[in-house]
């Protein structure tokens, strides 16, 4: 099973600023690779696939990056509404999630 | 516009077979390279995959649960069914359906969830 390992667990970020997040896969799983976010009693929504190709009605300020094991989510100008928990989850190998990394206001 | 509901129990005892309906809109699950999963979310913790059904009816299963499992389809119905034999108090969770439009990648869609509490 491929593991996926997201850090840190916990940003604390000010409105208006960068949020970098980071997910490692245990093996390689090339470009397969998707990002969710999800609030407090909600279904996760899907936010980027194959790395870094937005889903419908993402905003602009989501963007993916990496290649292999090692991935990047970036939010570029963290609005009110982006605090919530995000996951990443790799389809290379069947499906894993990573156990997910909560972003709380600075 | 792509809706999925789930529907089932709240609460089952150990021991017992939990059966989960997945009632899907706005798509077919005749249509080709589309898939329904179901994801499980036990509370406070991350999301775990259990399985996925294809257009084709080609199935797959979580290699840890697989024994537990099976998922069947009935397009005249639009549904999706899961069912899980032998519930313990740690299959407690928000199960989760949901779509893609490619099969086997991520999921675009996802239902509302429903909790399922195991406990005698």
């Known amino acids: 099973e491929i593991v996926m390992t997201q850090s840190p667990a916990t940003l604390s970020v000010s409105p208006g600023e960068r949020a970098t997040l980071s997910c490692r896969a245990s093996?390689?799983?090339?470009?397969?690779l998707a990002w969710y976010q999800q609030k407090f009693g909600q279904a996760p929504r899907l936010l980027i696939s194959?790395?870094?190709t937005r889903a419908t009605g993402i905003p602009a300020r989501f963007s993916g990056s990496g290649s292999g094991t090692e991935f990047t989510l970036t939010i570029s100008s963290l609005q009110s509404e982006d605090f919530a928990v995000y996951y990443c989850q790799q389809y290379y190998n069947w499906y894993t999630f990573g156990q997910g990394t909560k972003l709380e206001i600075k | 516009q792509i809706t999925l509901k789930e529907s089932g129990p709240t609460l089952v005892k150990p021991t017992q077979t939990l059966t989960l309906t997945c009632t899907l809109s706005g798509f077919s699950l005749s249509t080709p390279r589309v898939g329904v999963a179901w994801i499980r979310q036990p509370p406070g913790k991350a999301l775990e995959w259990l399985s996925l059904i294809y257009w084709d009816d080609d199935k797959r299963y979580s290699p840890s649960l697989k024994s537990r499992l099976t998922i069947t389809k009935d397009t005249s119905k639009n549904q999706v069914v899961l069912t899980m034999t032998n519930m313990d108090p740690v299959d407690t969770a928000t199960y989760y359906c949901?779509?893609?439009?490619?099969?086997?990648?991520?999921?675009?869609?996802w239902g509302q969830g429903t909790l399922v509490t195991v406990s005698s």
């Open positions: 194959g790395t870094s």
């Open positions: 949901a779509h893609s439009p490619d099969g086997g990648s991520s999921w675009d869609h």
């Open positions: 093996q390689s799983v090339d470009i397969n």
